[in-house]
């Protein structure tokens, strides 16, 4: 949980983390519960220290007003943490972060509300020394993005940067569990945006609802502090010009002393999060944007070979140009909570694929033009996985694997075992009715007197769950088999 290099963690001090360590061990480990030895390795603490985090944490749970969504119980050889459904972790880690001094200090900085160490101190509860290594840490935070924090404990850099980070920071603390604005900036971007909804888009889901909440409230902040984008940037090339001229109205008739900066800004922000959806909207791509994705393309194709579908490639180009294109627009960074998210069976089943996009990302590390494309190194390698997992065939990916279905009950119910077989998209399967030299596996509920060249596997009829489970393990072992032979 990040933002270029922040985690939400290095908010809390030592103890905190170890709260939220424990917390989290209980939340994913297997019914939720764990042994006291569990816990003390894990934690790398002796008994004693691990009963005061315990009872630390479940303080905090009755603090935080938490004690009706969990409840930590305490028996005799493990420790057993009970969770409702609608909730986990992060309403913790939330509470944990809000109430830590370093957020404090940041949120006042950010609003302009920061009257000083020594009164900071004293209405804080935290001594001068601890609050002047708050400041240093907090501006070694702020060393990893491109704003900095002046003597006069002011944010000095870009416009657009400032914004950027102010929105990454309150939603990833915040998202949709509270807001972080004082009531009138609250009640005026509320009004903003059910005003855009209803003259502009009433398709908005939940979160980019709150995510342009978000954005009207820091627009509002920054310019009743007198700041305004100070940088250049096109937009308006790139949609239809009714387009433009819809989302360049409702701004200028919100908000007063507002220049072309400031209207491309806040459409640019609707392009990056998916507000201005590129199907619809996008007429064409700046030239940055073709230029990365014609070099992602072609190295694509020096590692793995042409496209044999040129739907296939154009369908890859215009998921790549977008995601480009969303970065060159703004710098989207990351939100804190922002992370490469890679699936152990990504890992296993598209290793090749995941090493190449890192390899592509790291590359352009040392490129000042695709710098940009590093910067936003986990926003587009998540793009880049997902997109080329979903676009390409899974012969792509790996060999075929043979699967031959007879059941003793007939045509009618092999189909229906075929139907769900089929839901394991990304092994490449192929059905056939008849066993042959090329069958990898039977799948029957009749026991098998002869030997068989292939593996086979003998069902309950219906199947149960461990049924499935067994299927799955045989043919990723197949597929492994398979591929320690090309």
Not at 74 to 91: G, M, P, R, W
Not at 141 to 166: C, H, P, S, Y
Not at 200 to 214: E, G
Not at 407 to 434: D, H, S, V, W
Request: charged share 30%.
């Amino acid at each position: 949980m990040q933002i270029r290099g922040i985690y939400m963690e290095e908010f809390l001090d030592k103890i905190d983390n170890r709260k939220f360590f424990l917390f989290k061990a209980l939340e994913e480990s297997y019914r939720n519960r764990l042994t006291y030895s569990e816990l003390m390795e894990a934690l790398n603490v002796s008994e004693f220290v691990l009963m005061r985090i315990l009872n630390d944490l479940e303080d905090d749970l009755q603090k935080f007003d938490l004690t009706e969504s969990f409840n930590i119980i305490k028996y005799k050889k493990y420790v057993q943490l009970e969770e409702k459904l609608d909730v986990n972790s992060e309403i913790l880690l939330h509470k944990l972060v809000i109430n830590s001094p370093k957020f404090k200090m940041i949120d006042c900085i950010l609003k302009k509300e920061f009257s000083g160490v020594s009164i900071f101190s004293e209405e804080n509860y935290v001594n001068m020394p601890k609050a002047y290594s708050y400041i240093k840490e907090i501006k070694k935070l702020f060393i990893r993005t491109r704003i900095k924090i002046n003597a006069k404990f002011e944010l000095v850099g870009n416009e657009m940067d400032q914004r950027m980070f102010m929105f990454n920071f309150y939603y990833s603390i915040f998202g949709n569990i509270d807001t972080p604005f004082h009531r009138n900036i609250s009640e005026e971007a509320e009004l903003l945006t059910a005003q855009f909804k209803m003259e502009c888009y009433p398709r908005l889901s939940i979160i980019q609802t709150n995510k342009l909440l978000y954005l009207f409230s820091i627009i509002l902040i920054r310019q009743k502090n007198g700041e305004y984008i100070d940088s250049e940037m096109t937009v308006r090339d790139y949609l239809r010009e009714e387009d433009y001229q819809m989302y360049s109205l409702f701004f200028r008739s919100k908000f007063i002393e507002i220049d072309d900066k400031e209207i491309n800004f806040f459409i640019a922000f609707l392009i990056s999060e998916n507000i201005i959806n590129s199907d619809e909207n996008v007429i064409k791509y700046n030239q940055q944007s073709i230029n990365t994705t014609e070099l992602f393309l072609s190295r694509f194709v020096e590692r793995f070979g042409k496209f044999e579908d040129f739907r296939l490639k154009r369908k890859i180009e215009e998921g790549l140009n977008h995601a480009h294109f969303k970065v060159s627009l703004i710098n989207r960074t990351k939100y804190f909570r922002d992370e490469f998210i890679v699936f152990p069976f990504i890992k296993e089943q598209y290793g090749e694929i995941l090493q190449f996009c890192d390899e592509f990302v790291e590359s352009c590390r040392r490129t000042p033009s695709l710098k940009i494309v590093y910067l936003n190194k986990e926003f587009l390698l998540n793009e880049y996985i997902y997109l080329i997992i979903n676009s390409m065939p899974a012969s792509f990916f790996m060999k075929e694997i043979n699967v031959c279905v007879d059941f003793l009950l007939g045509k009618n119910y092999n189909e229906m075992i075929i139907k769900n077989i089929k839901t394991f998209e990304f092994l490449n399967i192929e059905i056939q009715e008849n066993l042959d030299l090329k069958t990898d596996l039977l799948l029957t509920d009749s026991l098998m007197k002869n030997e068989l060249t292939c593996d086979y596997i003998i069902w309950n009829t219906p199947p149960t769950t461990q049924d499935w489970g067994n299927l799955g393990e045989l043919l990723v072992k197949i597929k492994k088999k398979k591929e320690m032979k090309r």
